[in-house]
C-alpha cells in the first residue's frame, strides 16, 4: 500500500479516519522572525502582499517543516475590507495586524467582493503557494469567524455589552458578517485551499448560553456552506463550549493549551476530531527542543488527532522547536 500523502493523511486525519502516523501542522499563524529571514518577507509587508505572504507562508513548510502551509498571519483582513481602521505597525515586524476602529455608522457595513482589498490578496497567496508546493501539500486558511468580525465592526467591549443590552443589534451584525465568513472562505479554496479554519477568539469568554443564541447559529450556516472541510478555532477554555461546537458540522475543533486533550476527545464522542494543542509561548516559544518534544508526546498519548500548536506560533519561537514536534511524531508513532 502506498504511503498517504501530506494533503491525503491531514485531510483524513481531520475527518476521524485512521492513518498511519499523525499530521504535524499548524491551524494558527505561522510565521516567526527566524522564517521571515530565511524567507527574505518580513512583516508588515507580508501581511498584506500576496507574493511575500506566500513566501513566509511556504517556509513554515520547507524550513519549520510542518505538514502544510497556512495563510495568512492575522484576524483582520475581512474587517479592514469592510472598512474598519486596521493598526498593521508598519515600524514593526514583530505585530500581528490589529483592529484600531470599527465603524462609526454602522450602516456604512459594506460586503467586500472576495478579489478585493487584502482579502484578494490573501486569495491570491493561496494560489501562488499551491503553484509552490504543488498537490500533496495541504494548504490551510484562516478565517475570521462571523461573531469577531461583528465585534471588529462594533468595538469588542460595545458588543460584549450589547450581548445584554442590545441584543437586536448583535443579530443584525452576525446576520452581516457571517455572508462575509462564507464568501472569503469559499474564495479561498476556489484559489486552492484544502482546510478553512474559522476562528473566533472572544467565544469562550460569553459563555454557553450566549455562545448558543449567538455564535453557533451562523457557525452552522458558514460550515454548512463551506466547498471544504472546516476546522473550528476558539481561544481560551472552551471546553463548556465543546458540545455546541460539535454540533456545528465541523470536521475538527482545535483547542487552546488551557483544555485537556483528553477531556476534549471524550466530550466530542466522536463528532469530530480534536486537534492541538502544544503551548504556543510557554513551550513552543521558550523551552529547549528537548521539552517541546516531551510535551508534545504527552499530546500525542492523550488522543491528539492532528499535533498542532494551541493558538498562533510567537514570532520569537526557534525553528528548531517548531521542528522537534515533527521529530516527537515520528517518534511517536514509530513506538506504538
Not at 493549551?257 to 502544544?278: D, L, T, Y
Not at 503551548?279 to 492523550?302: G, H, N, T
Request: proline letters at 5%; aromatic letters at 4%; charged letters at 20%.
Amino acid at each position: 500500500m502506498r504511503e498517504l500523502t501530506q494533503k491525503e493523511r491531514l485531510l483524513q486525519a481531520i475527518a476521524c479516519r485512521a492513518v498511519e502516523k499523525i499530521p504535524v501542522v499548524s491551524f494558527t499563524q505561522t510565521a516567526t522572525l527566524d522564517l521571515m529571514k530565511l524567507a527574505g518577507a518580513y512583516w508588515p509587508k507580508a501581511h498584506k502582499d500576496a507574493k511575500l505572504m506566500s513566501k513566509l507562508a511556504v517556509a513554515g513548510h520547507t524550513e519549520a517543516f510542518l505538514e502544510a502551509v497556512r495563510v495568512p498571519f492575522g484576524l483582520t483582513a475581512e474587517a479592514a475590507t469592510m472598512g474598519c481602521t486596521v493598526n498593521y505597525h508598519e515600524d514593526k515586524n514583530d505585530f500581528t495586524p490589529a483592529v484600531e476602529k470599527g465603524l462609526l455608522n454602522l450602516n456604512d457595513i459594506r460586503f467586500p467582493e472576495p478579489d478585493e482589498g487584502i482579502i484578494g490578496e490573501i486569495a491570491e497567496s493561496v494560489r501562488i503557494s499551491r503553484g509552490a508546493v504543488g498537490d500533496d501539500v495541504p494548504i490551510i486558511v484562516g478565517v475570521t469567524g462571523p461573531f469577531t468580525i461583528a465585534g471588529h465592526l462594533r468595538g469588542v467591549n460595545d458588543i460584549l455589552t450589547d450581548l445584554i443590552l442590545n441584543n437586536e443589534l448583535v443579530h443584525r451584525l452576525i446576520n452581516s458578517s457571517w455572508p462575509v465568513s462564507l464568501s472569503f472562505a469559499n474564495a479561498l479554496v476556489d484559489n486552492g485551499a484544502d482546510v478553512v479554519v474559522l476562528i473566533e477568539p472572544t467565544a469562550s469568554i460569553i459563555g454557553s448560553e450566549f455562545f448558543g443564541e449567538y455564535v453557533l447559529p451562523s457557525l452552522k450556516k458558514v460550515v454548512s456552506a463551506v466547498k471544504a472541510p472546516t476546522v473550528l478555532h476558539i481561544c481560551g477554555d472552551s471546553m463548556p463550549l465543546v458540545g455546541m461546537i460539535a454540533e456545528t458540522g465541523a470536521a475538527g475543533l482545535s483547542i487552546d493549551q488551557k483544555v485537556n486533550m483528553a477531556r476534549a476527545k471524550e466530550a466530542v464522542r466522536g463528532r469530530c476530531s480534536v486537534v492541538g494543542n502544544v503551548d504556543p509561548v510557554a513551550i513552543l516559544q521558550m523551552k529547549k527542543p528537548e521539552a517541546v518534544a516531551q510535551d508534545c508526546r504527552r499530546i500525542l498519548s492523550e488522543g491528539t488527532d492532528v499535533l498542532a500548536p494551541g493558538c498562533g506560533i510567537s514570532p520569537y519561537t526557534p525553528t528548531e522547536n517548531i521542528r522537534s514536534m515533527i521529530k516527537a511524531r515520528d517518534m511517536y508513532c514509530n513506538s506504538t
